[in-house]
């Protein structure tokens, strides 16, 4: 029988993908997950490579977008083509693991910033809202609670 495949979060499994060019290896998911196949994801290393600009999710007239911290740059749509890309190519999954606060990857801890950089809110990465919407039945979870 082939094993069960799980998405992770790329920088959880030692890849130095973090904007600042870091790891956030963590040994209990490497532990939990050893018999399964996993899947690394990372959609902002490819995109904008490492080290780069941080990036937040600021929220203005209800809607959330993706604005590099220095520069102001809306890279919303970039990510989403890019995390739609990965999905399309990997349709059948069992699980998914993603890094906390993340604003692509965090699971309903990535803090929300208004236009002022002020945290009004607490939600989902842009990663993991697609996923949400595109894995209906697959268990998404946050790192701290696998
Ligand atoms: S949290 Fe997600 S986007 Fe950020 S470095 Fe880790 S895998 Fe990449």
């Known amino acids: ?10 920088c959880l499994l030692g890849e130095n993908c973090r904007y600042d ?13 050893k018999a399964w196949e996993i899947i690394p994801f ?7 490579g490492t080290p780069r600009e941080k990036i937040n999710v600021i929220r203005e007239d209800k809607s959330d977008k993706i604005i590099t911290d220095k520069n102001n740059r809306d890279v919303t ?30 699971v ?13 809110d607490h939600g989902d990465g842009i990663a993991a809202a697609i996923m949400k919407k ?10 701290n609670k696998v």
Do not use: H, W
């Open 134 to 143: 595109k894995y209906l039945t697959i268990d998404i979870k946050d790192e």
């Open 1 to 10: 029988m082939s094993p069960k495949k799980v998405i992770i979060s790329a």
């Open 42 to 48: 990372c959609p902002e290393a490819p995109l904008f």
């Open 77 to 106: 749509k970039l990510l989403e083509k890019e995390i739609l890309s990965f999905i399309n190519k990997r349709p059948y999954v069992d699980e998914i693991v993603l890094k906390s606060k993340s604003p692509s990857c965090g």
């Open 21 to 33: 060019g870091k790891t956030k290896i963590n040994q209990n998911i490497l532990d939990a997950y």
């Open 108 to 120: 309903g801890t990535t803090p929300i910033l208004d236009k002022g950089k002020n945290i009004i």
